[in-house]
T-cell receptor, first 109, second 118 residues
Framework: EDQVTQSPEALRLQEGESSSLNCSYT??????LFWYRQDPGKGPEFLFT???AGEEKEKERLKATLTKKESFLHITAPKPEDSATYLC??????????FGKGTMLLVSP | DAGITQSPRHKVTETGTPVTLRCHQT?????MYWYRQDPGHGLRLIHY???????DKGEVSDGYSVSRSKTEDFLLTLESATSSQTSVYFC?????????????????FGQGTRLTVV
């Protein structure tokens, strides 16, 4: 059973069309939840760390939120340059990072 | 990029041959990790290191070994490469692991090595 599930697997948006990506997790003791962005042919690029339920972080058009069972990455008025695969990872107490399979986002002009 | 260099960036090798991938960092971070990324599986941890000569297994460690003789270098070896080890391999570094409190634990990734075993 997957510990980290991301949905949708793929998302196509028009430029300016806001939406959210979901990351649900089933780990028992969450130490932290991480969001990364990955462009084709490159390594994941760190975006955010969330440590506790209710926490929110923002960076440009991206906003990450965390509850006890899931995290959302909200994308407001996306631009074509936001197109990438977004990865979620969780870190348990005593464990290392466990990644979801990612959401591939395509923003069309 | 966070001062992480992976080499080689691309490699094609034959089944049964040994292969070593190198990760070099200039950040003096304590922790180093090797992941593989495959379609449908996402990133999976192979091995990691929490200090010089201190290593531990990850989720998919079978068929792989690692060594860390210096803080800046972490080597991943496939003793006898198989086609199932065709993948993209990423090295990552972080300052602190989950047990450390009050400090950032995010990992920074290298650009990856694309390995093809034929």
């Amino acid at each position: 059973e997957d510990q980290v599930t991301q949905s949708p697997e793929a998302l196509r948006l028009q430029e300016g069309e806001s939406s959210s990506l979901n990351c649900s997790y089933t780990v028992s003791g969450l130490r932290g939840l991480f969001w990364y962005r990955q462009d084709p042919g490159k390594g994941p690029e760190f975006l955010f760390t969330l440590y506790s339920a209710g926490e929110e972080k923002e960076k440009e058009r991206l906003k990450a939120t965390l509850t006890k069972k899931e995290s959302f990455l909200h994308i407001t008025a996306p631009k074509p340059e936001d197109s990438a695969t977004y990865l979620c990872a969780v870190q348990e107490v005593g464990g290392t990072l466990t990644f979801g399979k990612g959401t591939m986002l395509l923003v069309s002009p | 990029d966070a001062g992480i260099t992976q080499s080689p960036r691309h490699k094609v090798t034959e089944t049964g041959t040994p292969v070593t991938l190198r990760c070099h960092q200039t950040e003096n971070h304590r922790y180093m990790y090797w992941y593989r990324q495959d379609p449908g599986h996402g990133l999976r941890l192979i091995h990691y290191s929490y200090g010089v000569k201190d290593t531990d297994k990850g989720e998919v460690s079978d068929g792989y070994s690692v060594s860390r003789s210096k803080t800046e270098d972490f080597l991943l070896t496939l003793e006898s490469a198989t086609s199932s080890q065709t993948s993209v391999y990423f090295c990552a570094i972080s300052q602190n692991r989950v047990r450390d409190t009050g400090l950032n634990t995010e990992a920074f990734f290298g650009q990856g090595t694309r390995l093809t075993v034929v």
